[in-house]
Each structure stands twice: as structure tokens, then as C-alpha cells.
């Protein structure tokens, strides 16, 4: 063994340190990651422009005779419109008033005067995502699984299950094809996803340890997120702050970071180092708008909420299980149908949005008020149909669509349209809305916060995104909980899991023991010494008939190493204060309780955040809580409504119960 200091002696093997080595693999992913979203722009842009351009075109001239007189020429569109779909959105942002009329186009020749209306000579833009759905919808049918998500990879990183990581070709390519034909969806999903199933295969590959797993994993995510956003802060603040993570130590963080900057490199040397998003300069009128901002937060929230809520919606058993019956391709292309029926009046809840988000930020509150409203009702009826339906994308684009038409309609009724307060222009409200919908429908507000902090590059916005993106992450987790709210996509197998967590009742999960119930006077040692010989981890503190907390063993051991201890200044020791702690001074936190009606899905949800074993459950009548309960209902809790502890292993148990009357059920009627 190689001793500290010292040269290793003539023979002895000189292995490189295990950081070292990993640090070599994370390089490798973060690079593989960078390639595949590379590759996943171009298809991207090659699919989208082919299909809104010369297809579009060709379906617009099929079948139309040409007559003797000169062609119609149309009005020019606006300079730099970059793609066909681009151009289709300009010209729909025109007519509901995001920029000015284009100018007057000269007369032609006498033509054959059209009885249709407007919007019915669009009808390609129905037929394309159709097409789009039934390619996509037969892609997944006969092209076989895309891979699992994220929580999924860390429960095979971890062992849990049979580490099955797929390569992202299919994936991104039903991505590509899923977005380009106008799906309401969005590109990050798919990266981070494949980053995460590129690391997982590298570190299978590699031999590594789960830990290294895990953290290759988490490499892979921060590398997906940063490349496809080309904000490598905010990707590493990502794989530590989603709901899946579970990343521990300092080689797991150089991981991350390294991964993040080879991903970061590729992108830009590949495609350059043009910002995903070109946003305005943030204005700042008065430090006093903040209290502005934490009302933006609170409706965001409300916002993320939906959204969040409709994706699980279309996500649900029975939904998925109605479309599984129809033929192959049917549902997406149905799903692309409808959305492209949205489209005739609002084209711009088609593809990624990002053309909108920029289109809002720039107009000034130009916007009508109602058109917007409007455009919030259909982007989220667009997303949620393309979700339930089979396509292929994430939640991350939508969420910053809606986040900039719910804050430029804040920033307006605030403004000239509303309360005709003194206050900054619609656009800048637009930008903190972005974060705060963002934050709460991902569950992660400093991701949110880093990614728009990169974007603008402007450190006044910092204070406003802290408001509004903390308060709309706290309260989506107050009502859902800290769960994975598949904003990425869907993960059939964490799915199933937590669907299969949320039919069985909390009682499942009950310690045989019964609870140890202890006074709050009591000696914090006297209640060290009984939760010891009751081999427990936790204990319910009382107060006469009420319970008032939860103390951990942890909690009373680091309470009685905090005591004051003897201290010796010289020959003299001076005697320790004859206090005594009690119990009730052990406490560290608001008690985390259930009601006898809660499953175990919300007994996941108490344990993982908390870092908690044990969870009281009372029978309580009206006492429904929210997803993160903290503190006690009015009047409080009873000593005698105290049914048990619902633990992690209990948990464990019910799900191996559950598992095992199912294997048996099957076996009998086969």
C-alpha cells in the first residue's frame, strides 16, 4: 500500500485515486451527452423545416390550378424569421397584436375572390402534427421501449431494480420528430433523460460501484441540462435539486461539475455560443416592486399547479389504458390533430415556444389582455394533449411559455391596463414568471433561478426570481408534496411504483410495537434510555392528553452532547450547572404527522424530505392535510386518536405483501 508522504516502493501497483477515476468517466459522459443533444438540434431543425416548409408548400399548391393572371403576392413577413414554423408564429403574432401590421401589399390582377375564411386555408397546419403523431405514435409501438426516467435510473443505479439504461437514439429521435411537427412539448426532457441513461450505461459499462452509478447518473443530468439549455450552472444545481437525486459526497459533485463542462464545450464549439433565449435587459423601477413579485410567485404557483395536475392527468391508468386499445399511431394522431385544430387560431402554442417567449418579452405590453388569457387556456390544453397523447418532449419549455404570458398579463394589470401603477414594463414581469412557473412545476427554484440568471446576465433580476420562484416552489409542495412531478416525461416504471404505493393504505406500513409515548417533562436521559431498550428510532413527546412533537433518537443524542460539561482552568475544575434537560427541549422541528386515511404514497412523501424512519399516524375525523403537513390542527392531537408508527421498512414490508399476492394470484389463474 502506498503510505502518505512516501514513494511507493519498486513493485508495489501506484492505482490512480478513485476520484480521479470517475472524474475520467463523468468527462466522457458530459462529452457523449454533448453529441447527442448536438445531434438532436440539427434533426430537430431539419425535421421542423422540412415539414413547415416545402411540405407545407407543396400541400398548399396541390391540386390548385393556376390561372392566367399574375400570382398573388403576399405580404412580405418580418426580417429574420429563421425558420418556417418561426415565420408561421411572426405572422400569428401579428394578427392578435404582438407586432405591428406589415405593410399594405400592391393591388394584383383581378383573381377568383376565395369565400374561405382565413384561417381554413391554414388547414395544413392540422395536417402536419397529425402526421407527426401517427410517425411518432408508430415509432414507439414497433420501435420498443425509449428508456427509463430518472427516478427510475437511480432506483437501478441503486440496485432496486434491474439496471435496464436504453441509448437515446429513439428517444431523440421521436423527440425530433414529436417537436418538429409542432407538439406542445419541449426539447430538455429528452436531453436530460438521455444524458442520465448515457451515464448509467457508461458506469454498467465501466464496472463502477452503485455510488458511482448514481453519481454518473447525476452527471448526465446536469450535462443534458446544461447543454440543452447552454447553462451548465444551472444543470449542476439540477442533478443535486431534483426530487430524484440521491447523490452523496465530494467525488459526486466534481462528477457533475465536469460532466457539465464538457457538455457545455461541445455545444459550443458545435453550434456556438448563441444563448438558447434572447431576453431583454431587466428593469428595475423601484425596490419596492418586490411585494409585486411574491404576488407573481403566489399566482405562478396556481399556474405550476395546473400544469403539473393536467400532465399527471393525462398520465393516469385509466386514460393510458382507454389508448392503448386504439390501433397503433391513432392517439398521437389524433392528439396532433387536435393540436393543430388549436393552432388555426393560435399557431403559437406549436412546437417549443421559444419564438413566443421572445416575441412577448420584446413587445412592451403591446399584447391585448384577454388574448393572452386566452393563450394561457390553450398552450396548456395544447401540452396536456400532447403529453397524454404519445408524443415525445417535456414540460420544461411549456412551463417558461406559460410563465411569460402569465407575467406579462401580471406586469399589465398592474401597469396601463389595470391598477396604472408605477411599476416596470410587462416584459420584465414576464422574465420573473418564466422562473416562478418553472420553480414550482419542477420542484427546484434554484434551478429555476440559476437558468434565468444565466440568460440575462443581468444580477438586478436575482432578488425578484428569489421572491417569486421560492414562493411558488413552496406552496406546489405544500399541496403535491416533494414527489416527481414527471415534468421531464413520463416514467412508466416510477409510475407504476408510486400508483402501486398510493392503493395501499397507511396502515400497511404499522411497527408491531406499539408507539412509545413519553411526557414533555420528562429527563431527556430517562427517555434516551427507554427509546434504547424499546429498540426504536423515534418517540411522541406529550403534553397531558395532546401529543406536541416527535423526537428521533438522533435528536436526543445530540441534544445530551450539547450539555455543558466540566471545565478544568489549572488544578481547579469548575463543577458542571445541575440542569436537566428535558425532553421537550430535544425537539428540532414541527411535528410530521398522517391521518389513518393517507396511503403510503404520502408516506413516501413525509419520510424522503424529512429524513425521517417513523411517522405517527392518528385517526382524526376532517383532518385531511396537505402534502408536506407541519405543526398541529386546531385544537391539536390526541394521545388517544394515536393509531401507530408508519416506517420505511413497514413500507418495504406492505410492498413485499402487495408483490406477493399478486405473483400468486397470477400463478393460480395460470
Known sequence: MQRSGLKPEAGEPSARPYQWNLLAWAALVGILTGLAVVGFHELLGFINNGLFGPFVDGLLSFGRAQPPQPPLELPPLPPDTGTPLKALLQVGLGGLGFLPPPPAAPQPAVLPVSLLPDWIRLWPVVVVPTLGGL???????????????????????????????????????????????????????????????????????????????????????????????????AGVFFAFEGSFSAIQGRPSLRAVLVAAVASSLVTQLLLGDTPILRLPAYEVRSPLELPLYLGLGLVASLMSWALVSLLAAGRSERLQ??????????????????????????????????????????????????????????????????????????????????????????????????????????????????????????????????????????????????????????LVERWQGLADPGLLGPDPIEEQRRRQLAALPVAEAFEPEAPLVLPAELAASQALRQLVDAHGHCLVVAEGSWVVGLVTLADLQRALNAEPRPTQTGTETTPKVPTMLKLIDCRRGDLVWLPLDAQLAELEDQLTPNGLRQVPVFDVQDARTAALPHGLPNPGLPVAALRGLASRDGMARALARSSSLVRNSAEADG
Not at 464496472?207 to 448514481?214: D, I
Not at 413587445?363 to 415525445?392: D, H, Q, R
Open 135 to 233: 410517425a411518432v405514435g408508430l415509432l414507439r409501438r414497433y420501435g420498443g421501449e425509449l428508456g427509463p426516467g430518472l427516478p427510475s435510473l437511480m432506483a437501478m443505479a441503486d440496485g432496486a431494480l434491474p439496471a435496464q439504461p436504453r441509448l437515446p437514439l429513439l428517444r431523440l429521435l421521436g423527440a425530433s420528430v414529436s417537436l418538429g411537427s409542432g407538439a406542445s412539448l419541449g426539447p430538455e426532457g429528452p436531453s436530460v433523460e438521455s444524458g442520465g441513461n448515457l451515464g448509467l450505461w457508461v458506469a454498467l459499462r465501466g464496472g463502477l460501484s452503485p455510488q458511482s452509478q448514481k453519481a454518473l447518473v447525476a452527471a448526465g443530468v446536469a450535462a443534458g441540462l446544461a447543454a440543452g439549455f447552454k447553462a451548465p450552472i
Open 321 to 474: 389504458t382507454w389508448l392503448a386499445k386504439l390501433p397503433p399511431g391513432v392517439p398521437t394522431a389524433v392528439g396532433g390533430a387536435c393540436v393543430g385544430l388549436i393552432a388555426l387560431g393560435f399557431p403559437q402554442v406549436l412546437g417549443v415556444g421559444y419564438d413566443t417567449v421572445e416575441a412577448l418579452l420584446g413587445s412592451n405590453g403591446g399584447v391585448p389582455l384577454l388574448t393572452l388569457l386566452v393563450l394561457l387556456g390553450v398552450k396548456l390544453l395544447a401540452t396536456g394533449i400532447s403529453n397524454a397523447t404519445g408524443f415525445v418532449g417535456g414540460g420544461f419549455a411549456p412551463a417558461l411559455v406559460l410563465g411569460a404570458v402569465l407575467g406579462n398579463c401580471y406586469g399589465q394589470l398592474l401597469g396601463e391596463s389595470g391598477l396604472h401603477l408605477p411599476v416596470a414594463e410587462p416584459p420584465a414581469y414576464a422574465m420573473v414568471g418564466m422562473a416562478a412557473v418553472l420553480a414550482g412545476s419542477a420542484r427546484a427554484p434554484l434551478t429555476a433561478l440559476l437558468l434565468l440568471f444565466e440568460l440575462t446576465r443581468d444580477i438586478r433580476i436575482v432578488l425578484p426570481l428569489m421572491a417569486a420562484a421560492g414562493l411558488s416552489a413552496a
